[in-house]
Every structure is written in structure tokens, then in C-alpha cells.
């Protein structure tokens, strides 16, 4: 079935649980003729879209008050707007996991040639919904079900063999005094993410902006570009500045 097919039925599903409520994975097959194992890539790709929420054997619309009061979506979409013009056509980049870091791919349909890395499933499930789609190559690596994300050595040995020209990574925080921080413990992968790449740009929240976590994951010497978005305090930002960051905020609609 082609792109085109695949995201009109991904409309009419979307359409069919905001009328009805909900609907389950067995009878959304049947309708729309096709497997189930398809049925829920659909449903997985329109929750990391933010348009519905997955339920055991079905999904549900996404609730009104997060439809109402979460600009984070909009933010992050806006920080992916900003980090896409960063890329030209052509280009081999390497994307780590993360919510944010996802936000980039809607806008590589607009790119031509790109090779792309990924440690994460979801990435690369909606790279391979793109129009144009990229070359996609995955770290593979141990599987970590908490971040759905391969992570350990074998991924680490995997990126050493290529370079790239961008390599985008997220943060859970941002520490003034000493670089990204992050919730996971393992680090590895984003740092070799970082040493095979000539340029290396972080995608994180004004909010993360500040936030000081244990685990440091890259410090200031190990990259060069921060693309946030405009909530980020002036003042902050010229600190940033100061240690000879480049500091992309991106307006958020």
C-alpha cells in the first residue's frame, strides 16, 4: 500500500475514534481490510503524533484538556522546524531518541538524499512514512523498553564505523555550570552520537533550560548548537552565548 493510501486510512481512523470514542485493533482491521500488526503501527504513529492515545487492544481520542492545554506539542514541533533548517539536502545525520528529537522528522519530508541513523523504533517508523524517504539505517544494540531505544555496546561499535555530518540529540536538563543532564543512565550512545559527528546540535524546551540532573551527558566542549525555543530568558541565553554556544530559539505559533 502506498504512503498516500496508508495516511488516508490513518485519517479515517483518526476520524472514527474522536466520533465514536474508541475503537479496538480487531475491528479496525476488519474494516479497513488489512492486518492488525498494521492497525497498530497506525495507532502508534498517530500517538507519537499527538493526535490519539493507545489503549490495551484499541486507543481512545486524546482528552480535551490535553488537546486545550499542552503547548509542549506545538513547541517541540517549532524546535523541529528551526533544527530542519540546519540540514541540507544530502546530508548523513544521526538522531538520538527522545520526544523532541522526533519533532524533527515531520519536516525532513523536505529534504532530498538524506542517510539517516537512529537508535530509536519510533523515529524510525516515521521516517518510513515520509514521502521522501531517507535511507534509514538503525544502531540495533540492546533494547531498553523504558525509552524504546537500543542502547549498550553493540550500538556504540555500530556508530563508530560511520561518520556524519549532524548528529541531534536531546536533554532532559540543561545545567549552567555543566552541560546536557539526562534521567537515563546510560550515556554512552549519545556521546559517541556526539564524536562521530561534525556538527552537533541539541534540541531541547526553554523549560529543560536550567534544570540540573545527575547524570551529565554531553558537556559544553562536546557541542556547538542549542535550538530551543523563544521562552528561553535573555539573560540565559547570553550565558549560553558566552561559552560559545550558538542559541537557535525558535518562535513557537
Not at 482528552?63 to 509542549?72: H, I, K, S, W
Not at 518510513?128 to 544494540?141: D, V
Request: hydrophobic content about 40%; proline content about 3%; aromatic content about 4%.
Amino acid at each position: 500500500m502506498s504512503k498516500r493510501n496508508t495516511q488516508q486510512r490513518r485519517h479515517q481512523i483518526l476520524s472514527q475514534i474522536n466520533t465514536a470514542g474508541e475503537a479496538s485493533v480487531e475491528e479496525l482491521a476488519r474494516q479497513f481490510e488489512t492486518s492488525e500488526v498494521t492497525i497498530r503501527k497506525d495507532l502508534a504513529a498517530m500517538e507519537d503524533s499527538g493526535l490519539l492515545l493507545r489503549r490495551h487492544g484499541g486507543a481512545i481520542p486524546l482528552p480535551r484538556e490535553l488537546v486545550a492545554e499542552d503547548p509542549l506539542s506545538q513547541t517541540k514541533r517549532a524546535i523541529g522546524r528551526a533544527a530542519a533548517e540546519l540540514i541540507r539536502d544530502h546530508n548523513r545525520i544521526v538522531i538520538d531518541y527522545g520526544r523532541t528529537t522526533t519533532g524533527l522528522i515531520p519536516e525532513l519530508d523536505k529534504k532530498r538524499g538524506l542517510v539517516v541513523m537512529t537508535n530509536s523504533l519510533h523515529v524510525a517508523n516515521q521516517l518510513r512514512e515520509l514521502e521522501n524517504e531517507p535511507t534509514l539505517l538503525m544502531t540495533g544494540g540492546t533494547w531498553d523498553p523504558h525509552f524504546e531505544a537500543f542502547q549498550g555496546q553493540v550500538a556504540e561499535q555500530v556508530l563508530r564505523g560511520y561518520d556524519f555530518d549532524q548528529a541531534f540529540i536531546g536533554a532532559d536538563g540543561i545545567d549552567l555550570e555543566r552541560g546536557t543532564c539526562t534521567f537515563n543512565e546510560q550515556i554512552g550512545l549519545s556521546r559517541v552520537m556526539a564524536d562521530v559527528a561534525r556538527e552537533v546540535i541539541v534540541m531541547a524546551e526553554s523549560s529543560k533550560v536550567g534544570r540540573r540532573i545527575p547524570n551529565l551527558e554531553l558537556s559544553w566542549d562536546m557541542f556547538g548548537t542549542l535550538v530551543t525555543d523563544s521562552g528561553i530568558e535573555d539573560k540565559v541565553c547570553a550565558q549560553l552565548e558566552r561559552r560559545g554556544l550558538r542559541v537557535i530559539c525558535a518562535e513557537v505559533s
